[in-house]
Structure formats: C-alpha cells, structure tokens
C-alpha cells in the first residue's frame, strides 16, 4: 500500500446500470487524476482534480464524473454504464515532477 | 492527437542482454520524462525521470537518454533480467501547466530466461 487504495478491485455490471468507484489516500496530497487503461491506448486521463471541490475534465471524460468532498477521498462515477466503459481504471495522486504520480492497484470494470 | 508515442507494442530480449524501449513525444512544450513499470494486476511504478535540461539519467540498470532536436526518448535496461519483465510506459508533461501527465501506449517487455 502506497497510500493509496481503490475499491472495489474487481466489479461486473450491467449495461446502463450507475457505477461508483472510490479512491482514498492517506498523505494529503492536493492532486488527484482518474485514468483509464486500455489496450493499444495505454492510460487515458478522465477527470482530474486540484483539490477539495476543484476538479476538471480530462481528454475521455464523456459519460463520467467525478467528486471530491474531503482530500482524501476521489470518486468516479459512471452515470449509465456502457459496454464501452469496460477497462481498467487507475486512480493516482502527483509526488511531484521527479516522480509523477503514485498510482493505486487499480479497478477492473465489466459492463455486460 | 496522440502526443507520446510507444510505437512498439512488444519487445523480446535474451536474459543478460540489453532491452532498449523507445518513445517519441510532439508536444516540444514537454520539460519532464518518465517511465513507468507496470506488472499485472497491479498500477504503474515509476522507474526513472528526466528534465529536458539533461540528456541522460542513470539509476543502477535503467538509463534514459533524452533526444530534444528528435523528440524522442529511449529507456536501456542493462542487463536483463527476467523480473523486468512487464508493460513500461512513457509519459511526459509540462511543469508549468500543472500535474498532468500524458502517457504512451506501452511497451510489453519479456525478459527470457
């Protein structure tokens, strides 16, 4: 654990069903970035945010938005799943430019 | 746009041997370069950075080297193990607008035994 951990890990759902998936980290870092991964495209940012209540869109945030009531908590919701919405979701917050991002273990996310 | 570009997908390498991973970026506002490891089941690790003020950054086995006029940036891993084995991604960004990185596609590398 980086001091950072996404939950679930691992959900199947239905197609136009709402999906939350939560990010929590415990080092008070501002900067927090929702990412996709797929094949052939590598990791897409999807939301990202400054801080409490500050956040913005990222290049494939269609169809997602995002929340963020305290530092440590970044939520990703998916209004109405789609099959398209099938991927592997990272969360990551910034540690600076040496470093970049400390990601978490990531959510594999199924629409059916 | 795809602004960072990992134009292999796969690359195969002998244990002992050198694996060189290449990426080229457009964006000539990128100042800051970064790889990536990543296993399955499990996010990316960072591996090694580099400012675009330098040219090479060395950290044990891994070297990036960093090509401005060409834009491109390659990662050498000397030698191989088969532990190395795993996805690598580049990314860059641009300090002054801020966090974000932008990634390449990713480069599957096996190391064998």
């Known amino acids: 654990d980086a001091g950072i951990t996404q939950s679930p890990r691992h959900k199947v759902t239905e197609t136009g069903t709402p999906v939350t998936l939560r990010c929590h980290q415990t080092?008070?870092?501002?900067?927090m970035y929702w990412y996709r991964q797929d094949p052939g495209h590598g990791l897409r940012l999807i939301h990202y945010?400054?801080?409490?209540?500050?956040?913005d869109k990222g290049e494939v945030s269609d169809g997602y938005s995002v929340s963020r009531s305290k530092t440590e908590d970044f939520l990703l919701t998916l209004e109405s799943a789609t099959s398209s919405q099938t991927s592997v979701y990272f969360c990551?917050?910034?540690?600076?430019?040496?470093?970049?991002?400390?990601f978490g273990s990531g959510t594999r996310l199924t629409v059916v | 746009d795809q602004q960072v570009k990992q134009n292999s997908p796969s690359l195969s390498v002998q244990e002992g041997r050198i694996s060189i991973l290449n990426c080229d970026y457009t964006?000539?506002?990128?100042?800051?370069f970064l790889w990536y490891k990543k296993y399955p089941a499990e996010g990316p690790t960072f591996l090694i950075s580099?400012?675009?003020?330098?040219d090479k950054n060395e950290d044990g086995r891994f070297t990036v080297f960093l090509n401005k006029s060409a834009k491109h940036l390659s990662l050498h891993i000397v030698p191989s193990q088969p532990g190395d084995s795993a996805v690598y991604f580049c990314?860059?960004?641009?300090?002054?607008?801020?966090?974000?990185?932008?990634f390449g596609e990713g480069t599957q590398l096996t190391v064998n035994p």
């Open positions: 945010s400054y801080g409490v209540k500050d956040t």
């Open positions: 990314a860059a960004s641009v300090e002054t607008s801020g966090s974000r990185l932008t």
């Open positions: 080092e008070n870092h501002r900067y």
């Open positions: 990551a917050f910034w540690t600076g430019a040496n470093y970049g991002y400390t």
């Open positions: 580099i400012s675009s003020i330098k």
């Open positions: 964006n000539s506002m990128f100042d800051y």
